[in-house]
């Protein structure tokens, strides 16, 4: 048994997707989360900036004594696990795996879409994930970097919304795959207006799922679960911690109590 917390984090508020699945898999865990919403967005980032980023938050979960970092953010997955991973005394999970791990799962014909950030799309981390756990998987990626903005301020809902939701999706529904992978973590919020757009025969597949069962298991595993602990959530941001609050509403569902602010240098 292992009382220490969990850390998650993200360049801002798409995680939440994430901590969401993570607290109703794991409900009697500790999580905190960490929303960088001062270098928000990562996806037109560079990958030495990300990286920066990406380590200056492990060691600050690493010093609240978390006992494993979810990065709850594909482009910092796709960028800066293998630097976290070398440096960070924890283990640390990215959401690549996991997603691709999915999408390998369900394709039929070996098609697979990506869409996600410029960042993650210029990686290749999914077609290079993909291609691993099975050659004969064809990927075709499609950066969308005006969801992020849209999801957040909730104006995806609008009609504007939908016609450029219908433009960046024209290339996947070309590409003929029957699995899209939601290759970054705001994408879930949107998913049904998503599937509205591809149809109900393309598959859609997100990490969340699939990351809190690998958590899971990694804790049970060493022995590190919490069965008897009462679960709790503990968010920090690093910039603007209103709005992040107000903001999060539109990802979460609900109200969050209190998000502290925490600037890290
Ligand atoms: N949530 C991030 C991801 O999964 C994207 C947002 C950003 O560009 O910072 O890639």
């Known amino acids: 048994m292992d009382t220490r917390p969990v850390g998650v984090f993200d360049s801002g508020l798409g995680g939440l997707t994430i901590l969401k699945t993570l607290s109703q898999a794991l409900p009697k865990e500790k999580l905190i989360y960490f929303g960088d919403t001062v ?7 560079s990958k030495a900036a990300v990286t920066r980023f990406a380590l200056d938050i492990a060691r600050f979960l690493e010093k609240q004594k978390v006992k494993l ?38 394709t039929r014909n070996g098609k697979v879409a990506v869409i996600a950030t410029e960042a993650t799309v210029q990686s290749k981390a999914y077609p290079r994930a993909l291609k691993r756990l099975d050659k004969r998987i064809h990927t075709y990626q499609r950066a969308c970097p005006v969801f992020v903005p849209l999801i957040e301020e909730g104006w995806i809902h609008k009609k504007a919304g939908e016609q450029i939701v219908a433009d960046y999706l024209h290339g996947v529904q070309q590409s003929k795959a029957d699995t899209v992978i939601l290759g970054c973590t705001h994408y879930p919020v949107i998913k049904k207006k ?44 690093s910039d603007a911690p209103a709005r992040f609050k107000r903001l999060a509403k539109n990802i979460l569902g609900r109200e969050l109590r209190r998000v502290y602010l925490k600037k890290l240098n």
């Open 39 to 45: 270098n928000v967005p990562y996806g037109s980032k």
């Open 69 to 106: 970092i979810v990065v709850a953010c594909n482009t910092a997955s796709a960028l800066a696990l293998a630097e976290l991973q070398k440096k960070i005394s924890v283990p640390v999970i990215g959401v690549i795996l996991p997603g691709a791990m999915k999408a390998a799962q369900c």
């Open 194 to 237: 998503i599937a509205a757009c591809l149809g109900k025969e393309v598959k859609l597949v997100d990490s969340a799922q699939v990351l809190a069962e690998e958590v899971k298991t990694r804790l049970a595993q060493t022995d590190q679960l919490n069965p008897s602990g009462r679960g709790s959530m503990k968010i920090y941001a």
